[in-house]
């Protein structure tokens, strides 16, 4: 299973060499902190970091809940233990440019869907859902999924303006602050960032009308 | 870029199906997240602790049997490296183990006795290969009999000549190896009165 999942779990290890040199953002460096010394050595910070990951049983019954319940809590216990075995693996490459649990909860969205893709394959009657409530017209047409997967396309610093401006409802200025920018900057950056959006979600939205 | 409303306006105007989807998206993660705090009682919850343990024992034995394979890797590549060096051109080969104990002939004579009545023959023992020179010598060192055998290990000596030897010899058999040693062997005999 985790074979099979290794390909669609965002690769941050790539961006992070990628991104280096670039002043891209970090900007949970208390979180990556922790990760990196919780992975190299155990003591204090692995116990800080077990506490940070019990998010993960958490949004992994949130997100079987969104799905019908199509897993019992036997099997519940055993997406925990793969997400975080998964998690545990990628842990030198989490680069800080998302809080753990974001990061985490996107491991947890990947496994789950993973999961219930192969259990569907079993059972065509399993009902599959990635975006759990159709809120924009867009959706409809195009897995939430994709859009996880074009964000981790972008450049770090794209990825991180957007992610401010939507995911935390910042005004340009702060995040220009955070990011070192000026504001005109930022907002140049973010509306990049959403013309190159388009541009990779465009090949998968007219594969999903079809 | 620009710090214009209207124009930031009409870009997100144009990217507003992309604006929304983000708004969508964002809103069902921050759901989701309000939803995760409230379940403390979610399946799994004991098992975190434990899961990351076991991973990072296993992670942890990994990493010594990396360093371990390194550190061999790295023993390795120090000697094929360093025994040209510590090597001396001049050093002198250690041939092959040879002796009796791996089935050659022990060398040394045999016959004749240190007393006998007649001289007929010599006899040794000796390794086939070798080469082999006889000399007989009066108690004086007057040179009496001087045979190359080649890889002979008996001569037979004729009455006529052995009469006319002194009472006392010195017998010498000198071998020359395969490999080029030179070894000595002999033995005094006494005419049997």
């Not at chain 1, 506490?51 to 997406?79: H, M």
């Not at chain 1, 999961?115 to 009902?127: C, E, S, T």
């Not at chain 1, 409530?133 to 794209?158: G, K």
């Not at chain 2, 144009?14 to 993660?29: F, K, P």
Request: glycine share 6%; with cysteine.
């Amino acid at each position: 299973m985790i074979g099979a999942l290794t390909a669609d779990v965002p690769r941050p290890s790539t961006e992070d060499r990628s991104s280096k040199g670039r002043g891209a953002p970090q900007l949970h460096q208390a979180d990556l902190e922790l990760a990196h010394a919780a992975h190299r050595s155990g003591g204090a910070e692995r116990v800080r970091l077990v506490e940070r990951l019990r998010c993960v049983p958490r949004f992994i019954a949130v997100l079987n809940e969104r799905q019908g319940r199509p897993f019992d809590d036997t099997s519940l216990e055993d997406l925990v233990q793969e997400t975080l075995g998964e998690i545990w693996r990628r842990l030198p490459s989490y680069a800080g440019r998302a809080s753990l649990e974001t990061w985490a909860h996107r491991f947890c969205q990947l496994v789950v869907l993973d999961r219930l893709r192969a259990k569907r394959r079993r059972d065509p009657n399993v009902p599959i859902e990635s975006a759990p409530e159709p809120a924009a017209p867009a959706a409809t047409t195009l897995d939430f999924d994709h859009v996880y997967r074009a964000l981790e396309r972008l450049d770090p610093r794209a990825a991180a303006v957007v992610r401010r401006r939507h995911f935390d409802h910042w005004e340009f200025d702060r995040i220009a602050r955070e990011l070192e920018l000026t504001e005109g900057n930022a907002r140049s950056v973010y509306h990049r960032a959403l013309a190159r959006l388009r541009e990779i979600l465009e090949p998968l939205r007219k594969e999903a009308r079809l | 870029m620009t710090n214009d409303p209207q124009a930031d306006r009409g870009r997100e105007l144009r990217d507003a199906d992309i604006v929304q989807m983000l708004d969508a998206l964002a809103r069902v993660e921050r759901d989701e997240a309000e939803q995760a705090a409230r379940r403390a009682d979610a399946p799994g919850m004991h098992l975190v602790g434990p899961t990351i343990e076991r991973a990072a024992r296993a992670s942890d034995r990994r990493r010594t049997w990396r360093w371990s394979m390194s550190l061999v890797a790295l023993a390795a590549l120090v000697v094929l490296i360093a025994r040209p060096v510590l090597e001396d051109p001049e050093a002198t080969p250690i041939g092959a183990p040879s002796g009796e104990y791996l089935g050659e002939a022990r060398f040394g004579i045999e016959a004749p006795a240190e007393t006998a009545a007649l001289w007929d023959s010599i006899a040794w023992q000796g390794p086939a290969g070798a080469r082999y020179t006889v000399r007989v010598r009066s108690a004086t060192g007057t040179l009496l009999l001087e045979r190359d055998v080649g890889g002979e290990r008996r001569i037979e000596l004729e009455a006529q000549t052995t009469t006319t030897w002194p009472e006392t010899i010195e017998i010498e058999v000198e071998m020359i190896a395969a490999d080029g040693a030179r070894s000595i062997d002999s033995r005094r005999s006494e005419r049997a009165r």
